[in-house]
């Protein structure tokens, strides 16, 4: 492994079919990839619109076992391009049981490894307990040819547990694919306040572990529902360094590629530097493990 490497976000309207989702996206990876990307990661969910939005047992069908085409099809073109992927799908394990999940595919086409959404939400429209078992795989650091990559997705942005463990783990990048937006009646009074605490979160966890952070959102009105005003996904996917440094920040409604670059070095003179993770009072922490400390 080298001790740079360029990492890539794609933000995309994916408001279609399972197919043209899949074209779009295989189109975009190669283009991220023409410029020079080594690791790239596509939104949440990509193949689909965001099927949350309702309680409906017609959208199981749009799950897929492991090793299906969302495997198959990125597969083929991770080992053409020579780059690593993260392929965030929905993942039918079994009947009945289901997972927002998310391949991390190598640069020889094998799979490196295997995230599962561990945190999932249930908010108005957000309704992915109704979808999604919690992952069962852990907090992971996945060794690619490119870097060790960790993976956690859209709800886990929120958890600074979730992404200390993985750092722990040796993760030198946290990927978030994510499909977050506003409720478009509350954007106004609420909007600017959500998108900020969003990022603020995810720069806070880059400080706090001196690492560095990438998170892919879709943009668009997904409104498929009759009877709604739909959710209006707010893009401004980005990618910052150890320090919480925007190195990369996309707009709230175009497709775009950002790329940064991953450094080593400047990751452990961070380390070195603000040591956080020497100075951690882990004899001090045991109640971290309960609920609530009543």
Known sequence: ???????????????????????????????????????????????????????????????????????????????????ALIIPFFEKRMSGIYHNSAYIIDTDGTKAGLYRKMHIPDDPHFYEKFYFTPGDLGFQSIKTKKGNIGTLICWDQWYPEAARLTAMKGAEILFYPTAIGWHPAEKEQYGENQYGAWMNVMKGHAVANGIYVAAANRIGLEKYLPGTDGLEFWGKSFICGPQGEILALASHDKEEILIAEVDLDLQENVRQNWPFFRDRRIDAFGDITKRALD
């Open 1 to 83: 492994m080298g001790q740079k490497y360029k990492v890539a976000v794609i933000q995309l309207n994916l408001n279609n079919t399972a197919d043209e989702n899949r074209k779009k996206c295989l189109e975009w990876i190669r283009k991220a990839a023409n410029q020079g990307a080594e690791v790239i990661s596509l939104p949440e969910l990509y193949s689909s619109h965001y099927f949350c939005q309702s309680e409906d047992v017609a959208n199981f069908s749009i799950a897929e076992p492991l090793g299906d085409i969302s495997f198959t099809a990125f597969s083929e073109l991770a080992k053409e391009l020579g780059v």
